[in-house]
């Protein structure tokens, strides 16, 4: 009875909504200063009836009288108005909706919007962004939506396959702070080694943090050591959580990659070549689609209290791995296979009007397989695949478990003075577990398993910090203080793997561990057999580091508008170091408004990076592939007695001065930023080349190192325009161009009395300067028509060049050997452009689908012919990556 009186009142409201009279309205949309603000949203509440503005910022709709109208445009606050007698409204929207919230980053006064601060910002809607592409993880966000912003996957680059490196402004990996909710996060326990992106540097993994969970990037393209500490010579991406209280908001994706790459390698190269189009692929399977792609996501919110929240997300995130053409040594040429369980809560109780209490944080966990170069068995004279357990031999497989938890908790208050304070303790650990799979310990023989625990490492990070703020409105206009201070403790570990993993064993059996009296297993032709699993050696007991570190730090800031039009901010920061010292570091920034619409800005700013503790301890015996033939390398601890006896010296901080200037530019529904830059950095820690280690009676015939070892000048130009627009009353465009140009110049190279181009080959100089290409571009376009939403991003690589195995098969000693070596051994990747399409139909507020590719013309990076690439392919891993078009359907809901 109930349920039959509930339906008939709700029918009875539905006729009484339809039956009343509605009237034609009429208004006008502006900011605070006139100025009409065209394609704003005007949209009935509770309904999906609406308008947006046109050019002069006006609209007309039909409504009821007591309807309410909600009003939105991009980076101003919501308005609602309730619709009584009148026809004609005028409406006026305050700027800087999300800045009222939180403070944006590169800058800790709440009274800046991003086009108004002193230093460049990209803010970045990831709601929106990716409901307009088929992107499901952040690297990949960001590389399409950051103008200076690159990444892209790695292949046989061992850890690299498995946490996709990423850079600003071409710079490495760990010269980029990253932050959520503006507390530091602590980066991942893996440091780059192999040919990647990043050789040497350990960065943040971004992929850890489910993207539903998140509301916006606050990218700061500009130093930043003196107001955020360690790593923020490029920058500082900020991760600000989601927040919604409307209940689910959920999404389904589903895509793969095209197998198809055309014919014609095998003939170009004269070698027989794997995995072209979709057949002889290494699975035995042929395939027209492969990296097989699924995503399902759900974020919940739910109001506590009056102020309050609490926000929920999980993920859950499987790829299957593609491959690509190799050669016979590299069967397995592709991206790696990932399956993915991540979680992130947020929330926000308030305890009374002035202080509140916060909590943040979540756990992702990651199983992943990708393939080593291959060992093509005993038949063809490689002696590292046992016959009996493969008579053809192997591919193995690098695996890993990667666990990743962050938790922050923090209170907030506001004092009877007026200073709002902040105390906060953040913790954060990264775990990365390495599982080498269909491999074997060829000295154990027929006895050796298959699979192996090959051990790992992590790295924990707990913040401790303490903030104080104030804005004064009545010192001339606006000045805003801020000072706090932080303690910070780290803590990295490497643990051993099964004994089989990395030991070499005798004619018995035993592990070899006296090379005088022991005889090492051997082949049927008298040759040694290589000890532990092939693909990732283990962590062996001797390579075992548990080593921690403390950080204190006190920081003060200021930003002070001197008048209307002219801002100043002053920031300075102390931080002690208990392993290597103390730096002391400074900003200096400023904004001059020339008009209503036109702003300069600039900045001048000090930073530094202290070397982690990765660098400092990581020590591993490896097996380096050139061209198909294994060379067991050394990579040595920087405190080890062998280091030292190189010469190489105890790692000190990277010393950076970065310098900018731009403009801003706003009109109606046009914006433009344009921001050069320069940024020079001292002693920068890289991964040195191999040096002879053959007589060093360790087992090993290279050896190589971490050291400050050059010195190096960035300089570019970042530009961001963009124009909103309508054609008709139903229907609206949007116009992007994005860009950067980079160039990177090493300036010194600190080799000593070791020789330059073992030192520092032009192999490694290569991989430093294409951490960005020399530019990238990108044209996004986007259409509406009332629910159809048609969107297309269009981005330009410029040329990019390696220098290639044949640097390390035959290194150079001499400048005539350079020269000789530049002519054969330089592959060049030609500038190239890729397309991304999609089309969406909005059914309702509550369901939606989503339809795209991307790279939709199959552009892969310039063919190599040689069989000398790092990476083993046709091509390595630059540009737009190397797997190809990706396909893919979308359908998102709300409940």
């Known amino acids: 009875m109930m349920k039959k009186i509930y339906l008939i009142c709700c029918f009875a409201l539905f006729i009484v909504g339809i039956s009343q009279a509605q009237q034609l309205i009429s208004g006008t949309v502006k900011d605070l200063t006139g100025q009409a603000l065209p394609g704003a949203n005007v949209l009935i509440k509770g309904s999906i009836n609406g308008t947006t503005t046109d050019f002069n910022g006006k609209f007309q709709l039909k409504v009821s009288t007591g309807a309410v109208l909600v009003i939105s445009f991009v980076g101003y606050q919501n308005k609602e108005i309730t619709i009584d007698n009148k026809t004609t409204y005028e409406i006026v929207l305050e700027s800087g909706e999300q800045l009222k919230e939180v403070n944006v980053v590169g800058s800790r006064s709440t009274k800046r919007t991003a086009i108004d601060t002193p230093v460049p910002v990209d803010i970045i809607n990831i709601s929106e962004l990716v409901s307009q592409n088929g992107q499901v993880e952040i690297t990949q966000i960001l590389q399409y939506a950051a103008p200076s912003f690159n990444a892209s996957k790695q292949s046989g680059s061992d850890g690299a396959d498995h946490i996709v490196p990423a850079s600003l402004r071409g710079l490495g990996p760990d010269q980029t702070l990253v932050l959520i909710n503006g507390k530091r996060r602590h980066q991942s326990s893996l440091v780059n080694i192999f040919g990647t992106r990043g050789r040497g540097n350990s960065g943040t993994d971004l992929n850890t943090i489910p993207v539903a969970a998140i509301k916006r990037i606050e990218v700061l393209r500009d130093g930043a050591s003196a107001q955020y500490g360690s790593d923020a010579i490029a920058g500082v991406i900020n991760i600000v959580l989601n927040d919604q209280t409307d209940g689910f908001v959920g999404g389904i994706t589903y895509g793969a990659y095209s197998t198809a790459i055309g014919n014609g390698w095998e003939a170009a190269t004269g070698e027989t070549l794997y995995n072209v189009e979709g057949k002889n692929r290494l699975d035995g399977k042929d395939k027209s689609f492969d990296g097989e792609t699924t995503k399902f996501d759900l ?367 706003k009109k109606g529904g046009f914006t433009a930023t344009v921001d050069a830059y320069s940024i020079k950095v001292d002693d920068r820690i890289v991964l040195t080349d191999n040096f002879d280690a053959s007589g060093l009676n360790l087992g090993v015939d290279a050896a190589q190192f971490f050291a400050n070892g050059v010195d190096t000048r960035t300089q570019g130009v970042d530009f961001v325009f963009t124009y909103n627009g309508l054609l008709s009353a139903n229907s609206s465009y949007s116009i992007g161009l994005v860009g950067n140009m980079n160039e990177l110049k090493i300036n010194k190279i600190h080799n000593g009395a070791l020789n330059e181009f073992t030192f520092f080959s032009p192999f490694s100089r290569a991989y430093l300067k294409a951490a960005a290409p020399d530019y990238k571009l990108g044209l996004n376009m986007g259409y509406k028509y009332q629910k159809l939403n048609v969107n297309a991003t269009l981005t330009q690589f410029s040329q990019v060049e390696l220098q290639d195995f044949q640097w390390v098969d035959s290194p150079a000693t001499t400048q005539a050997e350079a020269d000789a070596l530049y002519a054969v051994a330089t592959d060049v990747y030609k500038k190239a452009m890729t397309v991304d399409l999609n089309i969406s139909y909005k059914f309702s507020n509550a369901l939606s689908f989503t339809l795209g590719g991307n790279n939709i013309f199959n552009k892969y990076p310039t063919p190599q012919f040689d069989a000398w690439t790092d990476q083993g392919g046709l091509m390595d891993s630059v540009q737009m990556g190397s797997d190809g078009a990706y396909f893919y359907g979308k359908l998102e809901f709300k409940l």
């Not at 053409?325 to 947020?346: E, L």
């Not at 577990?433 to 060829?442: D, I, L």
């Not at 040694?528 to 062996?540: A, E, K, T």
């Not at 920034?589 to 036109?598: E, T």
């Open 299 to 665: 974020n919940y919110g739910v109001k506590v209290g009056e102020k309050g929240f609490v926000n929920f997300t999980t993920e859950l995130f499987s790829k299957a791995k593609t491959l690509r053409p190799g050669f016979d040594w590299r069967k397995g040429y592709g991206s790696a296979a990932v399956d993915a369980f991540n979680f992130m809560v947020n929330s926000s109780v308030a305890l009374s009007d002035d202080t509140e209490v916060y909590a943040f944080g979540g756990r992702s966990f990651r199983d992943t397989n990708a393939n080593a170069f291959s060992r093509n068995g005993f038949a063809d004279g490689d002696n590292r695949s046992v016959p009996s357990l493969y008579p053809n031999g192997f591919t193995p497989q690098i695996t890993s478990n990667i666990n990743d938890i962050s938790i922050s908790t923090g209170l907030k208050h506001v004092l009877k003075s007026g200073w709002n304070v902040d105390f906060s303790n953040t913790f954060g650990m990264n775990d990365f577990h390495y599982y080498t799979k269909n491999s074997n310990n060829a000295s154990l023989k027929d006895a050796s398993p298959t699979d192996f625990d090959a051990g790992g490492h992590s790295l924990s990070q707990n913040t401790t910090g303490i903030d104080f703020s104030k804005y004064f409105e009545n010192h001339l206009k606006g000045l805003n203080l801020a000072f706090g201070l932080e303690f910070r403790t780290e803590n990295f570990i490497i643990y051993a793997g099964e004994e089989s993993s990395y030991a070499l064993y005798d004619i018995y059996g035993l592990p070899v561990t006296n090379p005088a009296t022991q005889t090492v297993a051997f082949d049927s032709n008298g040759d040694d057999l290589p000890g532990g699993s092939q693909g990732f050696p283990g962590y062996s007991p001797g390579n075992e580091v548990d080593r921690s570190r403390t950080n204190l730090s006190f920081y003060a800031d200021s930003e002070l508008s001197f008048t209307e039009n002219f801002l100043v901010g002053l920031a300075l920061r102390y931080e002690n170091y208990s392993d290597f010292g103390s730096t002391f570091n400074y900003k200096v920034a400023s904004r001059l408004k020339i008009s209503n619409d036109l702003s300069v800005r600039s900045s001048i700013s000090s930073g530094f990076r202290a070397p982690s503790l990765a660098q400092l301890y990581y020590n591993l015996i490896f097996t380096n592939i050139v061209n198909g033939e294994s060379l067991p390398s050394l990579l040595s601890a920087n405190n080890s007695t062998v280091t030292k006896s190189f010469g190489i010296k105890q790692l000190t901080e990277e010393k950076a001065l970065n310098g900018s200037f731009g403009f801003t530019y």
